[in-house]
């Protein structure tokens, strides 16, 4: 439910954004960088009610947190939770958009959507620009939850506030190469829905690009859940 919450509100503002007659179109990078840090804000707080203490939504998070503290045993289910969340996410943005989808002519624009592109295509440097973002999110979570800061702070419920206000800043400062996928759950089950909707003139789902934001995702989480692991 996290995940599925995540997806539909992000990919909701991509959404709004890009396609046509929409309120939101063309209302540019900034509504999209922090829509999606307010949409992983939403989708922390659900998860958390739904009865997941860890609010894992994110695959990279839930790798680097278990190599960081050894234990491996949540991995496969939440890795199918989220994938599965983010699938049923983005169908609900299809399903919400649907007449601006068939307004819409360019099948780039309607695949953006879903998932991710990167604005110069290079696999070497598309992949460094997920795994550098993806490491700095799971540095900061790990940062908002670590002892010497839960010593003075945050605050009871603050904490899913702090970890959107990072995807915020991710998507602000570094977002612009990539798109800012950073979670690979994110960018697989949406990337799956685009490819099994019937979406008038959608284009493909570029599979060619889409190992980037999932390897990207999980090396840099790895590396920072090791990183966190030798230093905190």
Known sequence: MGTLVLVFLGNGVNANVLLKRALGENSGWIVIATGWGLAVMAGVFTAIACGSSDAHINPAVTLGLALSSGDFSKIGIYWAAQILGAFAGAILVWIHFMPHFSLTPEADKKRACFC??????NSGANLVSETLGTFLLVLGIASIFSKPVSATGPAAGLGPFLVGAIVWVIGMGLGGTTGFAINPARD?????????????????????????????????????GLFIKMVF
């Open 188 to 224: 697989l089950g949406p990337r799956i829905a685009h490819a099994v909707l019937p979406i008038s003139g959608k284009g493909d789902s570029d599979w060619g690009y889409a190992g980037i934001p999932v390897l990207g995702g999980l090396i840099g989480g790895a590396l920072a």
């Open 116 to 121: 991710t592109s990167p604005a110069v295509r």
